[in-house]
């Protein structure tokens, strides 16, 4: 029963895996022009490459660039995200993230370069979590089913990426993705990560008190109201 149960959680944890776990947006209501030719896609690629480099060597310098790959794919809804080699997972292998970068991102309504920056750290953010973790923790990835869950995570990686010097870009970012989703899915963004004036509170919250980083990675707020009494209460100390 146990071999059952561990053989279920593993086939949870790569479908997992697979589907992705970092920051996903809807098929939008104004369509994306798609980059068609595969020149194109090997010239997206290359600069998702520089972009992916560049950040990890300016702020995640814990991340070996052995240890993470870029990779393109093809959707009308998704644009990035962030996935551990489940090969390597299971032949207990030193584990490699590859972020996904949807070259659609890179078209004629793409987001800054501050807002790509940004959004590419939060997948760093993930790709830290996978590398830092041990194998049994991630076995704690099966819970992405639940909403909760899948929220908590994928507003700490928000917060790493606000912590360290990524907020206007995410700012920016979140007002690019709201204007690209349906209305229904927007329910979902605002759940799963911080919205704009949620991330402005946090950066005056962790300019102020740094130390208020690990006190909301214990708790991830969740709401505005949340962020607004703990700076009301920062504010009184």
């Not at 370069?113 to 979590?129: F, G, P, Q, S, T």
């Amino acid at each position: 029963m146990a071999k059952v149960r561990y053989l279920s959680r593993v086939v949870l944890l790569t479908s997992l895996v697979v589907a992705g776990s970092g920051s996903i947006c809807a098929q939008p209501d104004r369509p994306i022009s798609l980059i068609g030719s595969s020149s194109d896609r090997n010239l997206a690629i290359q600069r998702a490459e520089r972009l992916v480099e560049d950040v990890r060597s300016l702020s995640y310098p814990e991340i070996s660039p052995q240890d993470l790959g870029v990779n393109g794919f093809r959707s009308n809804s998704d644009f990035f995200n962030a996935r551990f080699s489940i090969t390597r997972y299971l032949t207990f292998r030193r584990l490699k993230t590859t972020i996904f970068i949807n070259p659609a991102v890179f078209g004629s309504s793409a987001p800054s370069d501050n807002a790509l920056r940004a959004i590419v750290a939060h997948e760093l953010a993930h790709a830290l979590y996978y590398t830092t973790r041990n194998r049994l923790r991630l076995f704690g990835l099966v819970r992405l089913t639940s909403s909760e869950f899948a929220a908590q995570f994928e507003r700490k990686a928000d917060l790493v990426a606000i912590s360290r010097g990524y907020g206007d870009g995410l700012i920016e970012y979140r007002h690019w993705l709201y204007e690209n989703v349906p209305r229904k899915a927007l329910k979902v963004k605002k759940r799963n990560y911080f919205a704009p004036a949620e991330i402005k509170v946090l950066q005056e919250i962790l300019n102020k008190d740094s130390k208020s980083f690990d006190k909301f990675m214990r708790k991830v707020p969740r709401t505005l109201g949340e962020l607004e009494e703990a700076a009301k209460q920062l504010g009184s100390e």
